[in-house]
């Protein structure tokens, strides 16, 4: 059974930053692409950020292009979300996201359970 575990998530002001971190245990790391989600209350799920399963490709949604870089080290099957110069409206609930073999878009087959960044004024 694949797991994903987030953590990293808390409080911090704007212009600060925050690492989530991804723990994967279960399955063939390498074999995923890899991919950070957000959702606000009353909003869709939205890719943030992915990395393709093999090689270098990554994929960032404009609101972060030039802030957030994703990174994965499958040494550790874990990957990483270093934010930058966050904003109130980067708050959101922030999920994990794997698909087999995917693409850096990453559609998800296996999910984790969230972890919350809040970014004050």
């Known amino acids: 059974q694949v797991q994903l575990v987030e953590s990293g998530g808390g409080l911090v002001q704007a212009g600060g930053s925050l690492r989530l971190s991804c723990a994967v245990s279960?399955?063939?790391?390498?074999?995923?692409?890899m991919g950070w989600f957000r959702q606000t209350p009353g909003k869709e799920r939205e890719i943030v950020a992915g990395?393709?399963?093999?090689?270098?490709?990554?994929y960032f949604a404009n609101s972060v292009k030039g802030r957030f870089t994703i990174s994965r080290d499958n040494a550790k099957n874990t990957v990483y979300l270093q934010m930058n110069s966050l904003m109130p409206e980067d708050t959101a609930v922030y999920y994990c996201?794997?698909?087999?073999?995917?693409?850096?878009?990453?559609?998800?087959?296996?999910w984790g359970q969230g972890t919350q960044v809040t970014v004050s004024s």
């Open positions: 279960g399955g063939s790391f390498s074999n995923y692409a």
């Open positions: 990395i393709i399963w093999r090689g270098s490709s990554t």
């Open positions: 996201a794997a698909e087999v073999r995917g693409t850096a878009i990453v559609r998800g087959d296996y």
